[in-house]
């Protein structure tokens, strides 16, 4: 029977594989929390969008990881099918240190944060691995786990190795006993010490230098030593020496968590890939201002234009508009001083181009078709439970931008039905203007009328909740959410600087001012508008940017306040204003470590392991949003 050669390394090569193939099946849930976001907007190829559940969301380190164990298999792969194999000595290989790692990411507790994160050593920034990325000096951490709480390093040393170590310091014990002369310097240490006991104080200081994020609480460090036995079998065993037991007993004096020998086999946790995730809306809408933009928006509402080529006519403003807006510019600008790329691609061009998109959107999915669809599956064809509510700072904002210049005369007379802004008007007759001229049937969905919170934020003995009739409960991101939103409006806001603004000129003859989307809330400017065609300074509306936040200045005090009310009452946040969530889930990510998978998990709320599927409520569902664009249209005058 022929002995098959390096047998060793035969088996370190099979689990090698197995575990590159685990991790190409690995759903990124077991790792890492996704955030309950349902994405209903649609990315430049007409395509859904994956932006909030894309790789990105996997934890740091994983691809790293998998190209270590790839480039490792390479190697042996080479060797070992080299027909002269049996003749050339063992390979060095990493696998057995790569293959520790992996099951130390298997069995630790969720949500990892990163996997091989390299720790400064002294006030260097962090590093995360990257592909192609050089390695910086620090202290590296296999795998950061449990939110940042847990950290957990491999070593690989072997009896053998330190037993080495051991020799050489009695070498310079032996010759400082033999060197009777004082004045020279010693090589014998001072103290008991040895690489791996440098190795856990480094660690312990790291952890110390680096607590909780909000907190002063250092994580715990366990150390797995995985080749290290401070009781051989064979007490006669050269590799028996009390120093190693010595060392063990130093390290958890520390209070280092010392792990010895590998994880068993039979218990590694078995892995399959992530059950399929469905989420969905709650029966109570939390609308933030950029959804309330897009129900009055004349795109949302307009008919249809039959093909790409008409979506783009709509937009295209007049020769007369332009002629208007180079007058203007004339006005305060020497003809030196005008951009003439205004009047081109990059300027109304480019805005008009933004519409026409909007207009393709609406083409490939209505907004409103897309919310009907989803609220009746959780609901009943007619809608009867479905609410929709909103922020006082909201509704304040949406009506002073569409009541200004910047809305057309429907785009108003929707804003004003959507609240009941006239006492006078009934619930029938509000919902008559609202869906007056609308493509779509009266009453398509229950909007009238919006309800208002009693408050810019909710009590802070809220929790998240679902009405009896729900089914699914609610995430921990629900809190997770609420937390951090709070933590960001207790911070300090930026006002607007009124220094910063840009001045719009008033409207050309039967032309509104440019269309407004509330979907980013950059205070970069005041817009102006004036009402009178005179343009008299005294007449200047001013509707002011909100301010931002100091502790985000990406984010503005009413977004995080829609965003908390949603949050606290356990409703789903619908918005338009894809960049804050963006924000709102690095700020999450950052403060609390992950998105509440572990949480979940200890709770008793995880997936099981034969479900192919789970149903949960989005705490955020994100659209595309739809612009104020009655005033653009090239048809504009004629509509008058």
Known sequence: MPVTPHADLQVLRDQLRKIYNAMATFGSSQLAAKPPILDSSVDQSGDASEEFHSHQDVVHGLRALQDAVRRDLDVLDKFLNDPTCALAPALSTNAPYLISVWNEVLHAPPPIVTIGRTFPEGDQTAHIPRRGSRKPPGIKVDVVADGGRQWIRVNTTKNSRLLAEFREMDSYMTESDDDDDDSRPSLAPKEFDNSILRAGRSLVQAARRNPLPGTTTSPSVTLRLTRLDPSPSDPRSRENDGRISQTIDMLRDMGINVELGERDPALLPQVSPAPVRRL???????????????????ITHSPLPASPAEADMRYVPSAQYREWKRRRLEMCKTPEEIDESLFGENGVGKHSRALANQALQEMGRGLLHELRDRLAAVSNSQLDSVEFWTTPEARDRCLRIVLSKIGGPNEKRRAAALFLSSPET??????????????????FLPLIPIHVFPSAVPPVDLEPSLPGGEAHALTPFFKLLAKTTRDVLAQDTVPHCPNARVTQAPPAPGHRPSSISASSDTPAATIQH???ASGGPEDDEEIARAATMKANPRLTAHTVQSMLWGAARGWTTLTANKSSVKAILRDIRASQGGYGWGQQASAGGGVREDEAAVTEKAAIWVVDPRSLAEGMRSDYMSSR
């Open 426 to 443: 009934s619930v029938s007759e509000a919902e008559d203007r609202y869906w007056q001229g609308s493509r779509y049937p009266r009453a």
């Open 280 to 298: 969905e809306p709650t029966v109570r809408l939390n609308l933030d201002l950029s959804m309330l933009i897009a129900l009055v928006s004349d």
């Open 530 to 532: 004036n009402p009178n």
